[in-house]
């Protein structure tokens, strides 16, 4: 990143005051001109409203987590608390194993979560790192909340005896079916309990545990729900309710799925906010206030036809929220309904 002197610029006085400078990536630095002083200052607003989002790129058919001191291979649940996974792999139609991390915490607030390889960084985090190489991320958080995810490529068995010397060079072999191999390094530790899963340790109430391999099985370790519940301890869900939030609606689309949907989400009070056109099929909207005019948020779709690139929105439900940049299709009959909610 570089910092871009705006408000004055660089040229009429040379300064270092942090509301008149911008953080921009090479790219946009050297475009920065382009933009006007009251673009910038609402890019830097809407930066610190909308949350930081980004994707892991790594598709690899076979993907070793490494976790707490061990080694997870061909097992789709890392770790779950109760019936409900915090750390596993899903796969993609290709196969390829996918990431997700849900973040445990004693805080109320927000954490940092990751479905499917896509990221969002929730809450408000006191120091945030992605390089550009796009294989590893760090987020803390002010409490001591910590999660570090790396992916790596090991080209030789001697390479991950050396990077995994807490565990035994033979169980190491005994999941290794060919080289190079992808591991992802995850490292989480959860502020105020026992719990952490560290580099080359897993720390639970009671119990520490090093240099294991879990093969083939559905579940790695599952931590009973009366085994956490002196810690307290609550995880991010994918919780598809939202109050009094500033929501991108394509923050929250499936990359992958196709056609792309919306579905089920619940928004209260909140500041709904495109661009995005989508194609409402049931749910609800009510007392909403539209920031942009009636006719230009409309769309006719004619009867049997079919349109790219609109976001299928299905039993959603709008109540109080303010929305702006949001174009809604429909057939003519349709559009008449929505006329009618726009008023």
């Known amino acids: 990143m570089e910092y871009h002197h705006f408000d004055p610029p660089w040229n009429i006085e040379h300064h270092h005051r942090p509301e008149g400078l911008i953080p921009l990536c090479p790219t946009h630095h050297g475009q920065a001109d382009a933009f006007t002083v009251d673009q910038l200052r609402h890019f830097k607003t809407a930066a610190h409203q909308r949350p930081a989002v980004g994707r892991f790129e790594w598709l690899r058919r076979e ?7 061990g080694l997870y291979h061909e097992t789709p649940v890392l770790v779950q608390l109760g019936s409900e996974p915090v750390i596993w792999f899903n796969r993609d139609e290709f196969g390829h194993a996918l990431l997700n991390v849900r973040m445990l915490t004693m805080s109320s607030e927000e954490r940092m979560c990751i479905y499917d390889n896509d990221f969002a960084v929730l809450g408000n985090p006191t120091d945030f790192e992605s390089p550009p190489s796009g294989h ?5 958080y002010g409490n001591g909340d910590y999660l570090r995810i790396e992916f790596r490529e090991v080209r030789s068995l001697d390479a991950a005896c050396r990077k995994f010397v807490h565990v035994r060079p033979d169980y190491i072999a005994s999941i290794a079916n060919h080289w190079p191999m992808t591991f992802v390094l995850i490292t989480m530790k959860v502020r105020n309990t026992s ?13 520490r545990m090093k240099g294991f391999v879990s093969s083939h099985n559905p579940v790695g370790l599952s931590l009973g729900t009366t085994d956490h519940a002196q810690e307290n301890v609550r995880m991010m869900t994918n919780d598809k309710t939202y109050e009094d939030k500033i929501i ?35 749910g609800t909207i009510s007392g909403c206030h539209f920031h942009n005019d009636a006719e230009a948020m409309l769309y006719e779709v004619p009867e049997g036809s079919t349109k790219v690139g609109i976001v299928g929105l299905v039993d959603c439900t709008f109540t109080d929220c303010h929305i702006e940049s949001v174009g809604f299709a429909g057939t003519p009959a349709q559009l008449d309904q929505i006329r009618s909610v726009l008023g």
């Open 136 to 140: 590893r991320l760090m987020v803390r």
């Open 195 to 207: 719990i952490q899963f560290g580099p080359t340790m897993t720390r639970l109430p009671g119990i």
């Open 63 to 69: 993907l070793v987590g490494a976790l707490g001191g």
């Open 248 to 282: 991108y609606l394509t923050d929250l689309l499936n990359k992958r799925e196709r056609p792309p949907k919306l579905e089920g989400f619940t928004f209260t009070r909140c500041q709904i906010r495109g661009p995005v056109v989508v194609y409402p099929m049931g």
